[in-house]
C-alpha cells in the first residue's frame, strides 16, 4: 500500500514512506538540486510585481 511519486528532480518513482526522508525525491542528491533551483529561481526574480499592484488597487479607488 506504498504511495509512489515521481522524484521532481531526475523523474525516478519514489516510495512515499516514513523511512524516506528525502520524499517526494529519490535521493538526497535531488533534494538539495531542487533546493538549489528554487533558491536561485528566488533571487532572480526582482520585486516589482507587489508595489505595482498595490498603487494600482489604490488609484482605482479613488
Ligand atoms: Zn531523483
Redesign the pocket.
Known amino acids: 500500500m506504498a504511495t509512489i511519486v515521481d ?6 518513482k ?1 516510495e512515499w514512506t516514513e523511512k524516506n526522508k528525502f520524499r517526494p ?3 538526497e ?3 538539495q ?1 531542487d533546493l538549489g533551483a528554487w533558491a536561485e529561481e528566488k533571487y532572480a526574480i526582482p520585486a516589482v510585481n507587489l508595489p505595482q499592484e498595490q498603487e494600482d488597487d489604490s488609484s482605482s479607488m479613488q
Open positions: 522524484c521532481p528532480t531526475c523523474g525516478a519514489v525525491f529519490c535521493s542528491r535531488c533534494k538540486i
